[in-house]
């Protein structure tokens, strides 16, 4: 069975200071591990993916996100925090044995940006 | 290129009511996969259609259904609509292969009453 795990339902952070939006997943095999953001009353915008190679990825707005096997997690995170930045935040991941399309998705973490 | 399309946007609906959504997903992509959220269990996969044939399907009971046009256009439909059907559907376009990302559309805000 697939599923992520996002610890943590709100996160606070001063605008200029650096933001973690934990995720933690589980799957059988290898995984295709992404983020995605949304603001109110829209749908998801994808920001960045990680299937396979280095386990820095970088996306879209200055994100990033760290591959971490052994801790099965990908965290995201951004250097310098904008107020814009305020969104709810989801991972989700596809199991690559599978070979099916459908996203497992978090429960989402709400960033909210202090200025 | 243009996005995913859904529409309506919104709709309020009374308990027993149908349904139907459609999703245009962006051109060139063969998949499309819904989703349904809401606040108490989040976002939860409905089905997926890929070439007109449905591919992967949800936990959801078979009052929801969907189907694929040949030109990758998709609707779906919800019979005997119930007030815990309220929520927000997405729609995601997609190649269809599981290392590409999906694109979702904003949704369509679905009120039933």
């Known amino acids: 069975a697939q599923s992520v795990a996002q610890p943590e339902d709100q996160v606070n952070v001063a605008e200029g200071n650096p933001l973690t939006v934990k995720c933690t997943y589980s799957v059988s095999g290898n995984p295709y591990l992404f983020w995605y953001v949304q603001y109110p009353n829209r749908g998801l915008q994808f920001l960045l993916k990680y299937i396979t190679g280095d386990n820095l990825v970088k996306g879209s707005y200055g994100f990033e996100a760290e591959f971490n096997k052994s801790q099965t997690s990908f965290h995201l995170k951004k250097p310098s925090a904008l107020v814009s930045d305020s969104a709810l935040y989801f991972c989700a991941v596809r199991a690559v044995l599978t070979g099916a399309n459908n996203l497992f998705f978090g429960t989402g973490t709400r960033l909210t940006v202090i200025p | 290129k243009a996005g995913v399309t859904q529409t309506p946007r919104y709709l309020i609906k009374t308990r027993g009511q149908q349904v139907t959504l459609s999703c245009s997903p962006i051109s060139g992509h063969r998949s499309v996969s819904w989703y349904q959220q809401t606040p108490g269990q989040g976002l939860q996969f409905l089905f997926e259609?890929?070439?007109?044939?449905?591919?992967n399907k949800g936990n959801f009971p078979g009052r929801f259904s969907g189907r694929q046009f040949s030109n990758s256009r998709s609707e779906m439909n919800v019979s005997t609509l119930e007030l815990g059907d309220s929520a927000l559907y997405l729609c995601a376009s997609s190649l269809g292969e599981g290392s590409t990302e999906a694109f979702f559309g904003q949704g369509t805000r679905l009120t039933v009453v």
């Open positions: 259609y890929f070439s007109e044939t449905q591919r």
